[in-house]
Every structure is written in C-alpha cells, then in structure tokens.
C-alpha cells in the first residue's frame, strides 16, 4: 500500500514556474512508476507526464513538452512536476499516481492504484 500526498500548488502568472512534489509513504516507492494527471473544471482527467520506477525513462502529453519536467528522488520517496512557462490552459488540479511495475512509463489513468488527493494549479494571464 502506497499513499500520496501533493504539495507546491498555487497561483501563479503566465509565464511563471511551480515545482509540484508529491510524496509517497511506504519503502518501496523505487519500485513504483509514478505519473502526475490533471483536470481541469468541466474537463476529463488527463495524462500529463510519466516516468519509470527507475526515473530514466520519461514521457510528456504534447501540450507540456519542453516546458514540464517530471523527475523523482527514491532515497526521498518523492517525485516532482517542474513547471515552466505556464500557461492559463495549465490551470487544473494535478494529482500524482503510482504504480508497482518495474519497465516503461504508464500513461493511461487505469493503469494506475494509487493516487494523491490534488493540488490546485492556477494561472492567471
């Protein structure tokens, strides 16, 4: 059993950058991939970045590719979301997800057990 928690959310400018963390209990989160979602009000979930239990393998939706960053830290248990130029369209509640899986990257919402409770991301123009 792994239980997340997400932090680093808030408002921000366009333009502006936000490092989203999300923390997992238990010791074996290097065995886990991790992704981060979003949704957005009146919108469906979305996948948004993903990486591998190992953190060298990684994999972005297009809208967020050259400007976010997903990485992770086993000896901290903790994965993060770096965010860049953001934009008002990136404004959403992101949660993080994990997984036990060792391999690739895990992109699709059902492939994941477990989930943080989200955190507010807002950009304002």
């Known amino acids: 059993q792994v239980q997340l928690v997400e932090s680093g959310g808030g408002l921000v400018q366009a333009g502006g950058s936000l490092r989203l963390s999300c923390e997992a209990s238990g010791r074996t989160f290097s065995t886990y991939a991790m992704g981060w979602f979003r949704q957005a009000p009146g919108k469906e979930r979305e996948w948004v970045a993903a990486?591998?239990?190992?953190?060298?393998?990684?994999d972005y939706t297009d809208s967020v590719k050259g400007r976010f960053t997903i990485s992770r830290d086993n000896a901290k248990n903790t994965g993060y979301l770096q965010m860049n130029s953001l934009k008002p369209e990136d404004t959403a509640v992101y949660y993080c997800?994990?997984?036990?899986?060792?391999?690739?990257?895990?992109?699709?919402?059902?492939?994941?057990?477990?989930w943080g409770q989200g955190t507010q991301v807002t950009v304002s123009s």
């Open positions: 990486i591998n239990w190992s953190g060298h393998t990684t």
């Open positions: 997800a994990a997984d036990r899986r060792f391999g690739g990257v895990l992109i699709k919402d059902f492939e994941y057990h477990y």
